[in-house]
């Protein structure tokens, strides 16, 4: 079992600290335009732009990572919407602050480049982390934002799950995350201590929540190696179901709290279920976006 679950665990740390995800992607060749705008002094984002018409799309990536992640979806997305990226602080060509990494904050950074490009009637569309700046966004600027759409991102990182799924999931290599080291700034970290409990209560705008259905170890990492060993397939099938319930349990909160809102699951897809199941998220948003006033 033990080279077994070490492969596991590295791939796992690879899934959750990589910038990019360990499957094959497609590349487009049509490149984006690139601007920067201010958010408060001496705070520049950058602004990713894939053209198009119609209502706009603002993209917000999963920790660590910068709106080039959306790249091949994006340009699917520009098809039928005007599609920009948003690169939070502290990553990739943004502005590295030392403050500012709260939920809260990180959310008026989103209004303040909808503000400067005059975006009106503006859709969030947030992967994982970036759940924490839809919700508050969503809840402080109704005026702009029309709608919001979270893919694996409707979650209250604050809720800690029971010590035997914990156990688990650290023996599957989950808890593989970035820590705090003295002396080193690591805006990662700030994002992870700056998250807060979600009050869905307070948005005014429709809402959807995509969710991965994962049923199977190699749904959730994909490109994984093959897991034989009969403990080590118990264990990773285990980890599996806690997922599942985890997830039920962030999805039903999340359907309490938001008045107008919709939940998905997508059957075999994974944490970047924007890749795993492109067309089916495609459709997902599109549908969302017809029913939008």
């Known amino acids: 079992m033990d080279g077994q679950l070490r492969r596991a665990q590295i791939v796992v740390a690879s899934l959750l600290l990589a910038a990019v995800p360990a499957f094959v992607q497609d590349q487009d060749r049509r490149q984006p335009n ?4 201010e958010v408060e002094p001496g705070v ?13 799309l603002v993209l917000l990536s999963g920790l660590g990572e910068t709106a080039h ?4 979806f994006a ?18 060509a943004s502005s590295v602050p030392r403050s500012g990494y709260n939920a809260a904050r990180l959310a008026e950074d989103v209004a303040s480049v909808l503000e400067v490009l005059k975006l009106e009637g503006a859709v969030l569309v947030g992967h994982s982390v970036a759940g924490e700046e839809l919700t508050a966004a969503g809840g402080r600027h109704p005026e702009r934002i029309a709608g919001l759409v979270y893919l ?3 979650s209250d990182r604050t809720y800690s799950t029971p010590p035997e799924m914990q156990e688990r999931a650290k023996r599957m290599g989950f808890l593989a995350m970035p820590k705090a080291v003295a002396g080193q700034f690591d805006p990662r970290v700030e994002v992870r201590n700056g998250v807060q409990k979600p009050d869905y209560s307070r948005i005014r705008v429709p809402a959807l929540a995509i969710y ?3 049923r199977t170890w190699q749904e959730y990492a994909p490109g994984s190696p093959p897991i034989t060993d009969p403990e080590t397939i118990a264990l990773a099938s285990q980890v599996v179901a806690d997922i599942a319930a985890v997830r039920k349990r962030m999805s039903d909160e999340f359907l309490a709290g938001v008045r107008n809102s919709r939940v998905v699951y997508i059957p075999a897809a994974g ?3 924007f890749r795993t199941n492109e067309a089916d998220v495609l459709r997902e948003i599109r549908r969302f976006l017809d029913s939008l006033p």
């Not at 690139?34 to 705008?37: D, N, S």
């Not at 992640?69 to 091949?72: E, L, N, P």
């Open 212 to 214: 991965p259905s994962t």
């Open 34 to 37: 690139i601007q920067f705008v």
């Open 69 to 72: 992640v959306y790249h091949q």
């Open 271 to 273: 944490h970047y279920v």
């Open 75 to 92: 340009t699917k997305l520009a098809e039928t919407n005007r599609v920009y990226g948003i690169t939070r602080r502290g990553f990739g």
């Open 152 to 154: 694996d991102a409707a």
């Open 44 to 56: 520049r984002l950058e602004v990713v732009d894939w053209g198009g018409k119609r209502r706009p």
